[in-house]
């Protein structure tokens, strides 16, 4: 069987340390982008005025620091299932440093020493699913740059290494990890 021919964000796989850990953020009506489950998002300034940190979407590119990934909302309507742009909203964030992700390679991928990769943003989101269309992007590097370090590669009889391959991947500069460089 063919890999998948489409990103469907990042998903929680397991930890390589403590358990699952999600958190609660708050997301400004100021901020114009919706957010999807599956999306990467990083902090912004601030806090809510009943003390949750802001995050927002992020962004793909070399020292973009990303505290976890989106794995639900707090609905403000039983309409939406993703995070509207521009409205006050509460989300649901795994921001365990230690979290492995399962996301798909927007492109052709090779096993090789080359394990680190930036977020491929995609577009946008599902509005019908709410599921986000992050995936990881297949200009792999060495560089500790990189927003994400690929871990491990799906390979079994319907998965393979190729074309929209399947990779296990850990963020790799977290917010909330271990400082890499400085005093």
């Known amino acids: 069987m063919a890999n998948p021919t489409s990103t469907s964000g990042l998903r929680v796989k397991k930890s390589s340390g403590q358990a699952t850990q999600t958190n609660m953020y708050y997301v400004p009506s100021t901020d114009g982008s919706a957010?999807?489950?599956?999306?990467?998002?990083?902090?912004?300034?601030?806090?809510?005025?009943?003390?949750?940190p802001v995050a927002t979407v992020a962004t793909s590119g070399d020292s973009v620091l990303l505290v976890g990934v989106c794995t639900g909302i707090v609905p403000t309507s039983y309409t939406n299932i993703y995070r509207l742009a521009s409205v006050?909203?509460?989300?649901?964030?795994?921001?365990?440093?230690?979290?492995?992700?399962?996301?798909?390679?927007n492109g052709s991928y090779t096993a090789s020493s080359h394990n680190m990769a930036n977020l491929d943003v995609g577009s946008g989101g599902n509005t019908t699913s709410g599921?986000?269309?992050?995936?990881?992007?297949?200009?792999?590097s060495t560089s500790s740059?990189?927003?994400?370090r690929i871990?491990?590669?799906?390979?079994?009889?319907?998965?393979?290494?190729?074309?929209?391959?399947?990779?296990?991947?850990?963020?790799?500069?977290?917010?909330?990890?271990?400082?890499?460089?400085?005093?």
């Open 151 to 183: 871990v491990g590669v799906k390979v079994d009889a319907d998965k393979s290494i190729g074309t929209d391959s399947i990779v296990d991947v850990m963020i790799n500069q977290h917010q909330y990890g271990f400082v890499t460089t400085g005093v």
């Open 35 to 52: 957010i999807f489950i599956g999306d990467a998002v990083k902090l912004a300034e601030g806090t809510s005025s009943d003390g949750f």
């Open 88 to 105: 006050n909203q509460y989300i649901l964030v795994d921001d365990n440093p230690l979290q492995v992700f399962e996301a798909v390679v």
């Open 145 to 148: 740059a990189k927003q994400f």
């Open 131 to 140: 599921v986000s269309s992050h995936g990881i992007s297949s200009s792999v």
